[in-house]
């Protein structure tokens, strides 16, 4: 069974006091049928706070997915250093168990 509408919602819905059951119809706290999706696809909704819900929870969910990524930030070379780079031109990378730092080259 292909999930329903209301399914996505159900834990911002259920917080609110409201329940989704099986079949995706959403239940208020006395029982009654606050909304629902036929077999078609389309949704119902007699409640307007269901709405509210749903649209919070999906303005929510946005948010996280376009938090602003960090850049990196580009590390000053040592004065009078330069990275140091193998014979294919690749960085070569520190070796921690060494006591100088392999990373970097004096600039000639």
């Known amino acids: 069974m292909a ?6 919602y159900k834990n911002a ?10 079949h995706g119809y959403v239940w208020d ?5 606050s909304a629902g999706e036929d077999n078609y696809g389309n949704v119902q909704s007699k409640d307007p706070n269901v709405n509210a819900i ?6 929510g969910f946005l948010a996280k997915l376009t ?3 960090k850049k990196a ?5 040592p004065k009078g250093m330069k990275r140091a780079r193998n014979a294919k031109g690749h960085y ?8 100088e730092n392999e990373a970097w080259v004096e600039d000639k």
């Open 3 to 8: 999930q329903k509408y209301y399914h996505k």
């Open 13 to 22: 819905l259920e917080a609110k006091g409201y329940r989704v059951d099986e």
């Open 29 to 33: 706290s006395m029982g009654n049928q």
């Open 54 to 59: 749903c649209q919070e929870a999906e303005q």
């Open 67 to 69: 938090k602003p990524v």
């Open 73 to 77: 930030v580009k590390k000053a070379a």
């Open 92 to 99: 070569v990378a520190d070796d921690p168990t060494t006591p």
